[in-house]
């Protein structure tokens, strides 16, 4: 990670048109979701990832861009329904809604990015109206048999013109990890205008980067996660689209996310938890360039930290296999250099990545009945958002004397 250039990369701001200036560089990375088949290895491209601050709204984003259909496609692997966690977060989230913001005649909510239907089982089943749109054909359909509406497309300006005019307007416009996926921020706000009712409310959630900051979790920054959203940033962002950003709520999940709710100005007063966050920010300089500079210097601490662990246990003849075939990890593993002779394999629960070969590194991905055949002696825990669940489930391995290593916010072993 280099922060001494003199001459810091610049790109103009996706959202104000200011000036970004680069502040981390990972170098070379996969497409984060894009598991091989082995025949594919020689085929397989790779992108920069870097990111930016923007000086005048404090956006922070990538400084390139990964065509959007190189990742979202009918053959994207990642289901959101793998986790009882996060189930459970958006269960609890859909009552929250039915009792709120669709209680009424005929409500319509649309949700960006509804992936296998996580959040909109539960909207259905209550019997409001509803429509998930999503590009990557694979999970979409899966929704789709759970008896959920779904258009399998990207959203953006025309695709909400589109819907408007079949559906009529939408009284609440969701999405979760998503948003901060999208670029092209100013055609999902022209779409959030085309189709939200006048008094409706756009409300996504995604994760915050104050969290990223505080604890080190540099794997949240991988091709898909265009944007790291800060409170801040994302007013400045809803403010330039003609929106209001009205309320901002911490929660926990995927290490510290923040649940942004958006209404055209005017319609609802801002929150007390929204002014209390935008002022913790200032206190954290969360928008300021040289903030990036200690983050820099903790992601190479833990790199160094992590290599040097997995490298001991290795020389000691220790058996250390992955655990959780994130998206995350493909950061981890190509900027830390970890590879199959380290790590033979990763166990994962999802169908589409078992078989296949982990981005970049290549290393196999396996059931998580071949971490039971035998338990290896250490477990690197990518998953490192689910470890409740996980380390639940997997009891047995600690009882038999495994030990789970973790590298954020600290390298340290459990
Ligand atoms: N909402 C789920 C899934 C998040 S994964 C959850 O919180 O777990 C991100 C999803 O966004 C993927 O399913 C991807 O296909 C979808 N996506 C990416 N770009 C999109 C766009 N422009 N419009 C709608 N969905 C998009
Ligand atoms: P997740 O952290 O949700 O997302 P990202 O890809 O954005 O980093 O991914 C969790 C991965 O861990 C997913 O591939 C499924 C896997 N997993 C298990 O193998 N077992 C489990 O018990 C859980 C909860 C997840
Ligand atoms: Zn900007």
């Not at 981890?332 to 790590?343: N, P, R």
């Not at 338990?375 to 009891?395: S, T, V």
Request: aromatic content about 10%; some cysteine; proline content about 5%.
């Amino acid at each position: 990670m280099d922060l001494s250039k003199t001459l810091p990369t610049m790109v103009p701001c996706r959202i104000c048109g200011g000036t970004v200036y680069e502040c981390l560089d990972f170098g070379r990375q996969p497409l984060s979701n894009g598991f091989l088949k082995p025949e594919d290895v020689p085929h397989e491209r790779y992108y920069r990832l870097a990111v930016g601050i923007c000086t005048s709204c404090t956006m922070v984003q990538q400084v390139h861009e990964v065509p959007r259909q190189l990742m979202f496609h009918d053959g994207y692997v990642y289901r959101a329904s793998g986790s009882s966690l996060m189930r459970k977060h958006f269960e609890h989230y859909a009552e929250h809604l039915l009792a709120t913001e669709l209680n009424g005649e005929d409500k319509f909510l649309v949700e960006i990015g509804c992936n296998d239907g996580v959040m909109l089982r539960a909207i259905h089943e209550a019997g409001v109206r509803h429509l998930g749109v999503d590009p990557s054909g694979g999970a979409a359909r899966v929704a789709e048999e759970n008896g959920i509406r779904v258009r399998i497309d990207f959203f953006e300006r025309a695709t909400a013109a589109s819907v408007r005019a079949a559906e009529g307007p939408a009284d609440v416009i969701f999405s979760a990890n998503t948003i901060s996926h999208i670029p092209y921020l100013d055609s999902v706000f022209g779409g959030v205008d085309a189709l939200l009712a006048p008094e409706g409310v756009f409300i996504f959630e995604d994760r915050y980067l104050g969290d990223i900051i505080a604890r080190t979790y540099f794997d949240q920054i991988y091709d898909e996660h265009f944007y790291l959203f800060s409170v801040e940033s994302v007013r400045a962002a809803a403010e330039q689209y003609g929106f209001q950003l009205v309320d901002a709520e911490h929660m926990p999940v995927h290490g510290g996310s923040i649940r942004y709710t958006v209404a055209r100005p005017g319609v609802r007063e801002p929150s007390a938890s929204l002014l209390a966050l935008l002022e913790q920010e200032r206190e954290m300089q969360l928008g300021r360039h040289e903030t990036f500079a200690g983050f820099a210097g903790r992601i190479n601490g833990i790199r160094d930290d992590l290599v040097r662990l997995l490298k001991e246990l290795h020389n000691d003849g220790k058996r250390i296999l992955g655990y959780g075939a994130t998206s995350k990890s493909a950061t981890v593993t190509m900027f830390c250099g970890i590879d199959s002779g380290l790590v033979p394999y990763i166990c994962d629960t999802t169908p589409g990545k078992q078989g296949r070969l982990a981005p970049g590194s290549h290393i196999p991905v396996r059931t998580p009945d071949a971490f039971r055949d035998p338990y290896p002696d250490y477990a690197l825990l990518f998953a490192w958002n689910h470890a409740d669940e996980i380390m639940a489930k997997e009891r047995t391995f600690r009882e038999a004397g495994g030990r789970w290593i973790l590298y954020v916010p600290d390298v340290h072993v459990i």
